[in-house]
């Protein structure tokens, strides 16, 4: 079956822009994550959803950044006036009954 | 969140096994240890996770200390496939958030 897609795969963003990133997860997983990977380390937790209840939201880095699942299935990642300093990739996982959490590609944010 | 130590980085031989050490010395009685690896431009990958017991399966075996404070990814015969950042974090039974750290960079030479 299909894995978790993410789009768009590169995004490219003046400073100041809003940008939005799509994560579409493996049909019938209930939990879905959010992470930042900066070139070099590993993922960065950001935020959590079990169906569109935001559980854990003490990841995300200001008030910028905001996600939301209105419907329990697709998740959008929104970030405001984007800074250089959020250049990074964004993986989105979501989370099998047995708690393997499955990856997709990431989207590659460069703020300029 | 419990913390996981690991080797910044490893070699092996193509063909040979691996072990691929992570220390979780403050591990309580509802993590799970899970480990995944992140290949070049890629999401990272599940491997194996396990509670107690050691554990199988077609990519990898996992072996959990009896004390639980620490465990060992092991590849069977490395290929040049397996070159990667391998990842042990900690996930407890009603887990959301997780604590990656910076794993280790394991490179298999031909």
């Known amino acids: 079956g299909a894995g978790v897609s993410q789009s768009p795969r590169y995004k490219v963003a003046k400073r100041g822009q809003d940008v939005a990133l799509r994560c579409d997860p493996i049909s019938g997983h209930v939990s879905l994550f959010w992470y930042q990977q900066a070139l070099g380390q590993g993922p960065e937790f950001l935020t959590y959803?079990?169906?569109?209840?935001?559980?854990?939201k003490s990841g995300l880095p200001s008030d910028r950044f905001f996600a939301e699942r209105p419907e329990g299935s697709v998740s959008t990642l929104k970030i405001q006036r984007t800074q250089q300093e959020d250049s990074a990739v964004y993986l989105c996982?979501?989370?099998?009954?047995?708690?393997?959490?499955?990856f997709g590609p990431g989207t590659r944010l460069t703020v300029l | 969140d419990a913390k996981t130590t690991q080797p910044n980085s490893m070699e092996s031989n193509e063909e040979e096994p691996v072990h691929l050490p992570c220390n979780h010395s403050t591990i309580s009685g509802t993590d799970y240890i899970h480990w995944y690896r992140q290949l070049p431009s890629q999401g990272p990958e599940y491997v194996i996770h396990g509670l107690t017991s050691n554990v199988n399966n077609r990519m990898a075996s996992l072996a959990i200390a009896e004390d639980r404070k620490s465990s060992t990814l092991i590849l069977h015969r490395a290929t040049l496939r397996d070159a990667a950042v391998y990842y042990c974090?900690?996930?407890?039974?009603?887990?959301?958030?997780?604590?990656f750290g910076d794993g280790t960079t394991l490179t298999v030479k031909p």
């Open positions: 974090i900690l996930r407890d039974t009603n887990a959301g958030k997780s604590t």
């Open positions: 959803f079990q169906n569109e209840a935001q559980l854990d």
């Open positions: 996982a979501s989370s099998s009954p047995r708690n393997e959490q499955f």
